[in-house]
């Protein structure tokens, strides 16, 4: 079994597995000339070029795993829910749902093989030529909630949590429909040959942890309760460290974790014998001079501590202004330091 599919099982492996949220992206120039030609939604829409542009940041960067091209966000649309991507505001949602009315209208089932099946077809040509595993994943239903109410990006988080706070019967509603939607997306793409599976609650870090435990946790323990036990599945949020034990107990084989965390004294917290963990160097770390880049590598690493569970990642995904041949030297680096 490759390094990556032992670490998330927390089974010894030779050296520390690597990837990095977003290695697929604006800071290669090969994608930069691809989406000179099509919008982001024609790329993902397009297999083959979902395809190419995966398998492109695996060979470049050596990590051992990579993860299908595809948004968060596009389940919106077999949900009913109108969306664009704007080159300088990020996602756009059309109309904004907001009321129990909406949230009605918001579909119930989705058949994510048929309505996404264009990313079922990406991860079935990429497993074709990728030699490490492929990761599927999906957005957490507050992250999306967040989208859909908000209408976009948000700082603040006043709508989101101005509709939970006031109807809590509608914001339960939305948040069962969206989990369903989601457990049988991953579920589709482990059909298609996804490997592994992450969901992302890259927004949850907003809520205290009794909000977590009243409004999300339910939901999201249902969809780690659905997906198939022998895929391993990888729960990350970013942004309040006191929601991580929480996490853990909503699902999910590895919690990933951000920089605002020591790494070693999370994972005590959470059970070194009960999860594996993933993360977390500062993605600005990138930017900085190698050496100082490789020291806070080795920091990381020093926090695991060679323990075996420990998948090394960023804490949240590359950014567009980093540079390749420092993204390659970071995962060269960590496999170097951590040969065992
Ligand atoms: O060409 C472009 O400008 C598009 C930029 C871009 C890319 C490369 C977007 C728009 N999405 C993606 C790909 C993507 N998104 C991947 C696959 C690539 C990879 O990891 O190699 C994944 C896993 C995502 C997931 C995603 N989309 C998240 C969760 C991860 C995270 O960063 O927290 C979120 C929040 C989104 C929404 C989204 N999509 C795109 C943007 C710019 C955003 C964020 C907008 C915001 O700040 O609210």
Redesign the pocket.
């Known amino acids: 079994m490759s390094a990556f599919l032992r670490a998330c099982r927390r089974q010894p492996t030779e050296y520390t597995p690597i990837w990095l ?6 800071y290669q120039k090969e994608y930069r000339a691809i ?1 000179e030609k099509v919008s ?1 939604i024609e790329l993902c829409k397009d297999p083959a070029l979902a395809c190419e542009v995966t398998v492109r ?1 695996v060979d470049q960067l050596d990590v051992d795993a990579g ?1 299908i ?5 596009l389940i919106l649309e077999p949900l009913g829910i109108g969306f664009e ?1 704007t ?1 300088d505001q ?2 756009r949602i059309g109309t904004p749902v907001r009321s129990a009315e909406q949230i009605d209208a918001v579909r119930e089932e989705i058949d994510a093989a048929v309505a996404l099946s264009y990313v079922m077809e990406a991860i079935r040509l990429t497993r074709a030529e990728l030699s490490v595993p492929l990761i599927g ?1 999906a ?1 957490a239903p507050f ?1 999306l909630a967040s989208y859909m109410i908000e209408g ?2 948000s700082t603040t988080f006043y709508e989101t949590k101005q509709l939970m706070h006031r109807d809590p019967g509608a914001w339960n509603a939305l948040m069962g429909k969206l989990a369903q939607a989601i457990a049988q997306y991953l579920n589709a793409q482990v059909k298609a040959g996804a490997q592994a599976l992450q969901l ?1 609650d ?2 949850v870090g907003c809520l205290s942890p009794a909000d977590y435990v009243r409004f999300v946790l339910p939901h999201v323990r249902t969809i780690f309760e659905q997906l198939d036990p022998a895929v391993p599945s990888i729960h990350f949020g ?1 942004g309040n460290p006191a929601l991580y034990p929480l996490l853990k107990a909503a699902g999910g084989d590895v919690v990933g974790v951000d920089w605002r965390v020591p790494l070693g004294a999370q994972w005590d917290t959470l059970g070194k014998q009960e999860v594996a963990i993933m993360g977390n160097l500062d993605p600005a770390v990138l930017l900085a001079p190698r050496d100082v880049m490789n020291r806070a590598a080795d920091v990381v690493l020093q926090e695991a501590a060679g323990s075996p569970g420990h998948i090394f990642n960023l804490g ?2 590359v950014m567009p202004a980093a540079q390749v041949d420092q993204v390659r030297a970071l995962v060269d680096h960590v496999h170097e330091a951590s040969r065992r």
């Open positions: 949220m977003r290695q697929a992206g604006r989406r982001f940041a993860i091209f595809a948004d968060i966000l991507f080159d990020g996602p994943f957005g992250t976009g990006r992302f890259s927004w970013t949240h995904g």
